[in-house]
C-alpha cells in the first residue's frame, strides 16, 4: 500500500505509574537505514520490548499506541508473533551455541526433514535432517554477507566479528524477514569489523529489508543511516534526515535537558594544589565496564565527574580502585604507591567506596542500619569493639551513639538505628552506604552513582551532602550516568568511551561537546573547544 | 470488625516470626504428649527422655550454626567432626585414662585434630563453591567409610575396646569399663516430680535432669553467641549474607569460611563425646553415617533456614525434634502394636524438614 514497512504511531508506555516513553511516532521504509540514539534510559529498550511482544510490556499493563507493518496493525503479543511479522533482531550479546557448527546455529529448530521409517511411525519430530538443503541454505546466508568461512566450522573459538554476522545469517535465513533490528552491534567489534557490518547493513537494506539501528556511535550513524531518531527521557525529540543534519546536531539533541539541575558555585572552594590520586594507566576486568588504560590526576580538595555512557567503562575505574574486581596498573595515593586487587589496604590507606550496585554490594539488607554504619570501620579500623584479651566483641553502646548521630547529620529517615535498612526508601539507603563511607574517616571518597533509583527530592538531599563534604575538605571522585547532576556539583568532568579518557569538560560546556565526547567522537571538535 | 481483623494480622505476625514448621511440629509433639497420657504412658518419663537426648545432640546441632552463618550451608559433613572425636575418645581409652580424666583428655585431643581436619575440610569447601551442600554430605558419608577400615586396622591394644577375637575396634564401646559412662549427665544431677517430693538430688525417678551435660551444652550456646559477637564472628555472617558485600569491606571470604567451619567440626568432635557418655556408649563403624541429617532437620525445625541460624534456633529445634522421636516411639507402638510405624515416622518428618527448608533457600546470593 504505502511504502511505510513499519510504523508506530503514539506509542506510550507507563511502569506502575511512571511514563517511560510519550508518544513516539517512527516510520521505517523499504530499505531504509533508521538509526535510533539516546542516552541509557532514554527509552531504546523499551521501544524495542514493545516492538517484540515482550512479556515484560504485557504483564505492566501493555501500552498505548499502534504498530502498522505495511500499513495493517499488527498485535504482537510474542516474540514469536513479531518472527511471524518478519521482525528480527541481532543481539548484542551473541545467543549462539559454541558447540554447534555455523549450520546447527543458522538453522536451529527451523531445521529441513525428510521423512523416515521411523518418523512415519513415531511422528514429525523424528525426521531425518536434510543436511544438505541446510548448508545450501546456510551457504546462501552466509555469501548474501561476503563471508567466506565453511558452513560445518564450530562456532567455539570464532572472532566475535563472525559472530555477529553468524547471528545476522541467522535472522536473513529465515524467510519473509522484512524488518531486522541492531542492537548496538559494533559495541564489541573491531574496526575493521565494523565497518564491515555497515557495509552488510547496507547490501541488506538494497534488498529491500528495513533496518532499526540502534548505537550511540555518531559517525556510524551519519555514515550508514537515511534517518535518525533522537529519544531522551522517553520523548521522540527529532526525527531527522541524515543529509540535514550533522553529528553535532544530533548530539545536542540528545544531550540537552529540559530539566536541569542548578549549579551554585560552592562558596569556599579550598581545593589545594597537591595531587592526591595519581592513576597511570589503569586495567579493570569488570564486566561489561571493562576499563583499557586510563590517567588520572586528582588535587587535594576537587570533586572530579566520570560520566559516560553504559557500558564504557566507567564504574570501572572506582571498582577497581577499591580492590572489588581485578586491576593493574600504577596508581599513587598521597604519594603512596597503592596496592591494587586488595581492598582491605586501599581502605585502611584512606579510600572509602559508595557502590553503584547498593543492593548487591552496599548494604546488609536484612542487618539493621547501625551494623550496616559500622560494619567497615569495624572490620578495618577495629574500631566500636570491646577488647578482653585476643577476643574483640561489639561494643553495642558505642555503635547505637555512632550510629544515632549519623542518622542526625545525613537526616536518615527511619524509626531507629536497629531498622532493618531494607525497609528504607532508596535515598535513605544511599544514606546508610554514604554514612558507612564517611565512619571509615577517609580522605578521598569515591561515589558511584549516588542518585540512581533515587526520587528527585532525595536526590538534590544526597548530592547537597556531597557538596557539604567536599567544603569540609573531603576530595570526592563521583562517578554518574547523569551529566546533569555531575555538572552541578563537579569540577570538572572526565567523559569515559570504550574503556578509556575520552575528553575532559568543564561542567559549563555546551550540551553538544558532551555529547560528542560521550558518543566517541569528541577528538574532532577538540579544537572547536579550546578556541 | 475492625479489632477481628487485627487480632488476625497478630497471629499471622506470631507464625511469621517463630516459623510455620517450628509451630506445626512442635504442636504436633504437644498432640503426641497428650495421646501418650492418655495411653497409659508416663508423660514424665518421656520428658525425662526428650531432656537427656536433647542434652545429648545439643551441640551436635550447634555444630550447624557457623557454617550456616558463614554461607556453606548446614554442615552435612557433620561426620567428619564425628570420627575427629570418636578417634580422640578410643585414643584416650588406649592411653589408659578413666573418669574425668578420659572425658578431658578426650576432648583436650579432640579440638586439634578437629581443627586441622576442618581447616582441610574448609580449604575442599573453598574449592567447590557453590555446591557445598552436596559435597559436603559425600565427604560425610567417604570419611565414614575410610574410617571403618581404620577402626579395623589401628593397632590399640587396650582390652577395653578389642574384638574378642581378631584385631580391630569393636563396633560399640561400654563406657561402664573405664568410668566414662554418663559422668556429665550424673554431674549434679537432680531430678523433679519424683517420688521423694519436688527436687530430689540424684534422684531416679522422676524428670532427671542431667545438670553436667546441660551445662557443657549451655556453655558451648554461650561460647558460639559470644562468638559471633566478635569482630571475626561478624565477618563471617557478613560474607555469609553477602559475599560481595563483605569483600568490598576487605574482609577474606576464604579465610571467613574456614574458620566456620573449623569451628564446626569441634563442636561435632566435642558432641559425639557428650553424645556417647551420656549414651553410654561409643559407637564405631557406620554409627555416625547418619548424624549429620538429624542435627541439620533439628535446627531447621527450630526456625533456621540454609542461610540464617541462631543459636536460639539450635535450643528449641534440638528440644522439638527430640522431643517429637522420643514420644512418638511409644506411642506409635502403643497404637500399632508389632509395627515399626515410628522408624518409618521419624524417616519421614526428618527427611520431610531438611527438604523443605532447602526449598525455601533463597537463590542468587553467590
Not at chain 1, 31 to 53: Q, R
Not at chain 1, 238 to 252: G, L, V, W
Not at chain 1, 417 to 437: D, E, F, I, P, T
Not at chain 1, 445 to 461: F, H, M, N, Q, Y
Amino acid at each position: 500500500m504505502s511504502d511505510n514497512l513499519l510504523s508506530l504511531k503514539n506509542v506510550s508506555k507507563e511502569y506502575s505509574g511512571n511514563k517511560v516513553l510519550k508518544d513516539i511516532n517512527i516510520e521505517l521504509k523499504r530499505g531504509e537505514i533508521h538509526a535510533l540514539i539516546g542516552e541509557n534510559g532514554a527509552g531504546k529498550s523499551t521501544l524495542m520490548n514493545i516492538l517484540f511482544g515482550m512479556s515484560v510490556i504485557h504483564t505492566t499493563g501493555g501500552f498505548e499506541g499502534t504498530i502498522e507493518i505495511e500499513g495493517k496493525e499488527a498485535n504482537i503479543k510474542s516474540p514469536h508473533d513479531a518472527m511471524d511479522y518478519g521482525i528480527g533482531m541481532v543481539h548484542q550479546e551473541f545467543m549462539l551455541i559454541p558447540g554447534f557448527t555455523i549450520m546447527e546455529n543458522i538453522k536451529l529448530n527451523r531445521e529441513i526433514t525428510k521423512p523416515n521409517l521411523v518418523s512415519s511411525i513415531f511422528g514429525k519430530r523424528l525426521e531425518t535432517l536434510n543436511i544438505k538443503r541446510m548448508n545450501e541454505d546456510t551457504r546462501k546466508a552466509l555469501d548474501l554477507l561476503d563471508m567466506d568461512i565453511e558452513e560445518y566450522v564450530q562456532v567455539a573459538g570464532l572472532p566475535v566479528g563472525h559472530m555477529q554476522f553468524i547471528e545476522i545469517a541467522r535472522e536473513i535465513d529465515k524467510t519473509g524477514l522484512k524488518i531486522l533490528v541492531f542492537d548496538e552491534p559494533t559495541a564489541v567489534l573491531t574496526e575493521t569489523e565494523a565497518a564491515n557490518l555497515l557495509k552488510a547493513m547496507k547490501k541488506l537494506a538494497q534488498k529491500g529489508i528495513g533496518i532499526l539501528f540502534i548505537s550511540h556511535r555518531l559517525d556510524e550513524i551519519i555514515e550508514v543511516a537515511d534517518a535518525v531518531t533522537v529519544l531522551r527521557d522517553g520523548e521522540h525529540v527529532a526525527t531527522k534526515n541524515i543529509e540535514d543534519t550533522n553529528k553535532y546536531e544530533i548530539a545536542q539533541l540528545m544531550v540537552g535537558r529540559s530539566i536541569t539541575l542548578d549549579r551554585e558555585e560552592g562558596l569556599n572552594r579550598n581545593i589545594v594544589d597537591e595531587t592526591i590520586l595519581d592513576i597511570k594507566n589503569l586495567h579493570v576486568a569488570m564486566p561489561g565496564e571493562r576499563v583499557k588504560g586510563v590517567d588520572l590526576k586528582v588535587k587535594k580538595g576537587e570533586i572530579v565527574g566520570i560520566g559516560g555512557l553504559a557500558g564504557q567503562g566507567k564504574l570501572g575505574i572506582a571498582n577497581g580502585l577499591m580492590g572489588i574486581f581485578p586491576a593493574k596498573g600504577e596508581v599513587e595515593f598521597k604519594g603512596k604507591k597503592s596496592a591494587l586487587n586488595d581492598p582491605k589496604s586501599a581502605i585502611k590507606s584512606g579510600m572509602a567506596f559508595v557502590s553503584e550496585d547498593r543492593k548487591g554490594v552496599g548494604l546488609l539488607l536484612d542487618e539493621s542500619i547501625e551494623s550496616n554504619i559500622v560494619f567497615s570501620a569495624m572490620q578495618i579500623n577495629n574500631e566500636f569493639l570491646n577488647n578482653f584479651g585476643p577476643v574483640k566483641l561489639k561494643d553495642s553502646a558505642k555503635i547505637r551513639e555512632h550510629a544515632n548521630k549519623m542518622i542526625k547529620d545525613l537526616d536518615i529517615r527511619c524509626t531507629s538505628s536497629m531498622q532493618r535498612v531494607g525497609s528504607l526508601s532508596g535515598g535513605n539507603q544511599q544514606k546508610v552506604c554514604v554514612a558507612r563511607a564517611l565512619t571509615l574517616n577517609p580522605e578521598l571518597l569515591l561515589v558511584s552513582e549516588p542518585t540512581r533509583g533515587i526520587d528527585i527530592g532525595a536526590k538534590k538531599l544526597v548530592l547537597d551532602l556531597l557538596k557539604q563534604l567536599n567544603n569540609e575538605g573531603m576530595t570526592i571522585i563521583m562517578t554518574s550516568s547523569e551529566l546533569a547532576e555531575l555538572r552541578s556539583i563537579c569540577d570538572r568532568i572526565l567523559i569515559i568511551c570504550e574503556g578509556k579518557v575520552e575528553g575532559e569538560l568543564p561542567p559549563d560546556a555546551p550540551d553538544a561537546e558532551f555529547g560528542l565526547m560521550m558518543s566517541g567522537s569528541g577528538n574532532g571538535n577538540s579544537e572547536g573547544r579550546e578556541a | 470488625m475492625v479489632e477481628v481483623k487485627r487480632k488476625k494480622t497478630t497471629f499471622r505476625d506470631i507464625v511469621n516470626k517463630i516459623g510455620f514448621p517450628t509451630i506445626f511440629i512442635g504442636g504436633f509433639w504437644i498432640l503426641l504428649l497428650i495421646a501418650g497420657g492418655a495411653l497409659g504412658i508416663s508423660v514424665i518419663t518421656l520428658l525425662s527422655d526428650t531432656i537427656k537426648r536433647a542434652g545429648m545432640n545439643g551441640i551436635l546441632v550447634l555444630a550447624m550454626v557457623p557454617s550456616i552463618q558463614s554461607g556453606t550451608g548446614p554442615n552435612f559433613a557433620l561426620p567428619v567432626g564425628v570420627v575427629c572425636g570418636l578417634f580422640a575418645l578410643v585414643c584416650s581409652i588406649e592411653f589408659g585414662f578413666t573418669g574425668w580424666a578420659w572425658l578431658f583428655v578426650s576432648i583436650a585431643f579432640a579440638i586439634p585434630l578437629a581443627t586441622l581436619v576442618g581447616y582441610l575440610y574448609g580449604r575442599l569447601l573453598n574449592a567447590v563453591k557453590g555446591s557445598e551442600m552436596t559435597i559436603a554430605t559425600y565427604t560425610g558419608f567417604s570419611i565414614v567409610a575410610a574410617m571403618c577400615l581404620a577402626w579395623l586396622m589401628i593397632p590399640f591394644q587396650s582390652p577395653n575396646m578389642g574384638w574378642f577375637i581378631g584385631k580391630g575396634l569393636r563396633e560399640t564401646i561400654q563406657l561402664d569399663a573405664i568410668g566414662g559412662a554418663h559422668i556429665l549427665s550424673n554431674f549434679l544431677r537432680f531430678s523433679l516430680f519424683g517420688e521423694k517430693g519436688f527436687i530430689t538430688i540424684n534422684g531416679e525417678s522422676g524428670i532427671i535432669i542431667p545438670t553436667g551435660m546441660l551445662l557443657i551444652f549451655f556453655i558451648c550456646c554461650i561460647i558460639v553467641w559470644l562468638y559471633f559477637r566478635s569482630k571475626s564472628g561478624i565477618a563471617i555472617s557478613a560474607g555469609g549474607i553477602n559475599p560481595k558485600f563483605a569483600q568490598s569491606s576487605g574482609i577474606n571470604i576464604d579465610r571467613c569460611r574456614i574458620k566456620a567451619n573449623v569451628l564446626s567440626t569441634i563442636l561435632g568432635a566435642i558432641g559425639i563425646i557428650v553424645y556417647s557418655q551420656g549414651y553410654g556408649y561409643a559407637q564405631l563403624y557406620t554409627a555416625p553415617l547418619m548424624m549429620a541429617f538429624a542435627a541439620v532437620a533439628a535446627v531447621l525445625i527450630g526456625g533456621a533456614s540454609a542461610s540464617r541460624a541462631k543459636v536460639s534456633h539450635v535450643i528449641i529445634g534440638v528440644l522439638i525434634y527430640q522431643g517429637l522421636f522420643t514420644t512418638a516411639l511409644p506411642v506409635a507402638n502403643q497404637l500399632f502394636e508389632g509395627t515399626d510405624l515410628s522408624e518409618i515416622l521419624r524417616m519421614v518428618i526428618q527427611n520431610g524438614i531438611i527438604l523443605y527448608a532447602l526449598t525455601q533457600v533463597k537463590g542468587g546470593d553467590n
